[in-house]
């Protein structure tokens, strides 16, 4: 078993660990077979940069085992320097360091990579079926070995998973700073991606996963938590959500909230996974309650929850498309409609290599097809997509409420031909919202999104001690009688989350919390921990983070941004704005992405990790750093014309005088008819 003083020591070389055996470890689920149909040339560009992490006298053997694992995998994920260390979170002070700051990156990084966190550990993917926090195993001892000796005055430079070297910097500046899938615009297919990846120079981050800032499943818990109680009020009309069912698919990374959170709201929760492994990790969690036998099961089950009004969530195993297909049969059978909310959360930001399993096949079949035909496998995955929408429409027709749940869904089906464009409405308008559109676009607005925070000493005690924390400062912020309603409503929401979330049991790997909140709260939280800190009431240090998916860290058309109306939502300035204005405002690190939620080529997004340690310059920091980070977004979002944008950024301005944001005037849209424009009247 490798420590952490030897994966601090760079790659092992002499000797180099045994090679690996010719079948990789079935006691861990494994990326699916990739398939970037490289050119001769390219596969020798590929093993050429490989090889370049190690002394030329190993090339011979390695080059042969490199190629192996370039034709069997269709990536070289350096299988052999794989550490056998137990991979997690170990708290801060253990790792061997000259900065604090660095340990505290290294011990998310091997969260991100803790078997029990992440999807598929050995291939170095956090979440979302290819969120890599390294492309390959060399580049992270190389890494650790960085963040271990970097001293208060370097910087650490990440090219897409490459360790591009410390770079001399100062005490004030970030220790890390990582860009990952940056690619010059013209070149960002998803085929050009499948290339440049196998080649090994460019990698897909997702959001957290590729900026060491994913914490478990809790994140997306809350946010799924809030997104399903806002759609009952929004499309239902109800505050009570018992005896509503809500029908969805996916019990992968993100995914797996569903039915967790779907029990938090009170409803009926069915959830249909294709793969087994994934079905049942959520079933013996206990995040998922029931596991239907078949599809009449299935039924069976949810008409006693419906009538006894149970909280449960029912997983079933199987295609979602047989799930829609055998709802419309018994609605037209019967009239009775088993469903009112409905959503999606295959991975459809990777349709065609293993996010989206088509109906025709099943599980293994798919996972073959797609690395031998992957052209048939494409048709059926849009035949797939077109059925699901076909099954869907006719349910919308009937009564139920379905949302794009930020997965590129309704973009791949419109892709695949399916009928979800909106009647009469101009290109790329669906039927249905984004979940963005209608419900979370406006809590961004409003400067409330998904604040995190790790306590670096690994101890429950710790993060109790600051969920007590964050319960006393959102109980003072919901008193201001200066905020108005809408803001105090979500204060208190989030204020029930945080009394309970100790009790869900909601940790996964690190010592982590999530909470939503606004620029205000995520300030006084900052200060509160950072004073908890100082006072030796809070044992260890603490990073805050948040998830990408935010007010102002995102840009992306089809999800985050997808209720931006003046035509700027193809527009990134927000998102890189965003990661250069933390660097220079205190952030520990920064990372920026091409990707991520919807898809390569889909969005550019952005995060950061900010260590407290209870001094006066981390407070400072992280107040100057925080205002920015949110202000960014909701001015945007102001000048875009969203209201609560507009009254959010006015309030922050009259609280400091300082920041001086351009007024978007309201334009009276009867002036601007085509006949008025034609005639100049
Ligand atoms: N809404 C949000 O806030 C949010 C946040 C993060 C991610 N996402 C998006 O949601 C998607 C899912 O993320 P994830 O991390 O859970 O990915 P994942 O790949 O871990 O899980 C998706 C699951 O869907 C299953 N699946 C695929 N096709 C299926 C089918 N036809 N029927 C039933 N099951 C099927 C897969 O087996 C897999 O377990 C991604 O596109 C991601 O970008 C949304």
Not at 281 to 298: M, S, T
Request: glycine share 10%; charged share 20%.
């Amino acid at each position: 078993m490798t420590t952490l003083q030897e994966i601090c020591s760079g790659i092992p070389l002499d000797p180099m660990p045994p090679a690996p055996s010719k079948e990789r470890d079935d006691l861990v689920p494994h990326a699916p077979v990739r398939t970037p149909n490289l050119t001769a040339a390219e596969e020798i560009t590929a093993l050429e940069n490989s090889l370049r992490y190690f002394p030329s006298h190993h090339h011979k053997e390695l080059a042969r085992e490199f190629t192996e694992e370039l034709h069997q995998y269709g990536h070289i994920y350096m299988y052999r320097f794989r550490p056998s260390i137990a991979m997690r979170a170990y708290p801060i002070n253990d790792y061997p360091c000259k900065s604090k700051q660095a340990a505290a990156i290294m011990l998310m990084i091997m969260n991100n990579l803790d078997p029990i966190v992440a999807q598929f550990p050995h291939e170095l993917v956090t979440y979302g079926g290819n969120g890599h926090v390294f492309s390959n195993w060399a580049q992270f001892w190389i890494t650790f070995h960085y963040l271990s000796t970097m001293t208060g005055e370097q910087t650490l430079v990440m090219y897409s998973g490459h360790p591009m070297g410390l770079f001399p910097s100062s005490p004030g500046s970030p220790r890390a700073v990582l860009t990952n899938g940056m690619v010059i615009p013209n070149y960002s297919s998803t085929k050009d991606f499948e290339r440049m990846f196998a080649m090994g120079v460019t990698m897909y981050g997702q959001m957290t996963a590729g900026s060491y800032c994913y914490i478990g499943p809790q994140g997306i818990v809350h946010g799924t938590t809030l997104t399903i109680l806002n759609a009952g009020r929004k499309y239902l009309g109800v505050k009570d959500l018992g005896g509503k069912i809500f029908v969805t698919a996916g019990l992968g990374g993100m995914s797996g909230a569903q039915p967790k959170a779907g029990v938090i709201c009170g409803c009926v929760t069915v959830v249909a996974e294709v793969s087994k492994e994934a079905l049942y990790k959520r079933h013996n969690q206990g995040w998922l309650v029931e596991v239907a036998a078949d599809l009449n099961d299935l039924i069976v089950r949810v008409r006693i929850a419906k009538d006894e009004k149970r909280a449960v969530s029912i997983g079933y195993h199987g295609n979602i498309v047989d799930v829609w297909e055998h709802l419309v049969k018994i609605y037209e059978e019967t009239g009775d409609r088993l469903v009112d909310l409905g959503s999606d959360q295959t991975s459809l930001h990777n349709p065609f290599n293993g996010g989206y399993y088509p109906a025709q096949l099943s599980f293994e079949e798919s996972n073959e097809m797609m690395k031998d035909d992957p052209t048939k496998f494409k048709a059926l995955v849009e035949e797939s997509l077109r059925r699901q929408v076909t099954a869907i429409n006719k349910l919308s027709k009937a009564g139920m409420s379905f949302w794009d749940y930020g997965n590129a869904f309704l973009l791949q089906a419109s892709r695949a031909g399916a009928d979800v464009l909106k009647e009469g409405a101009a290109m790329g308008i669906f039927r249905y919202p984004t979940y963005v559109q209608d419900i979370m676009g406006d809590i961004f607005s409003m400067g409330f999104g998904p604040y995190r925070w790790v306590c670096g000493s690994g101890l429950a005690e710790d993060l109790q001690k600051t969920d007590d924390i964050a319960t006393q400062v959102l109980t003072e912020l919901a008193k201001d009688d200066k905020a108005p309603e809408w803001v105090i409503g979500q204060i208190k929401d989030n204020l029930k989350w945080i009394q309970e979330a100790g009790k869900h049991k909601l940790v996964v790997g690190s010592q982590a919390r999530i909470l939503y909140c606004d620029q205000k709260g995520r300030m006084k939280l900052a200060h509160a921990f950072n004073e908890a800190i100082a006072r030796g009431e809070v044992k260890g240090h603490i990073v805050l983070s948040r998830d990408h998916h935010d007010v102002s860290g995102t840009d992306s058309p089809f999800r985050e941004t997808s209720n931006i109306y003046d035509g700027s939502s193809f527009c990134a300035d927000m998102a890189v704005q965003n990661c250069i204005g933390d660097a220079f405002r205190g952030a520990t690190w920064v990372a920026i992405h091409n990707g991520g939620g919807c898809g390569w080529g889909e969005v550019i997004n952005g995060g950061f990790g900010l260590v407290l340690d209870g001094s006066k310059a981390a407070n400072d920091r992280a107040e100057s750093m925080l205002a920015w980070d949110v202000s960014n977004g909701v001015a945007r979002r102001a000048w875009c014309g969203n209201t609560y944008a507009k009254d959010a950024i006015l309030r922050t301005m009259e609280e400091n005088t300082r920041l001086v944001v351009t007024p978007s005037h309201q334009v009276d849209r009867s002036l601007l008819s085509p006949a008025h424009v034609v005639n100049g009247s």
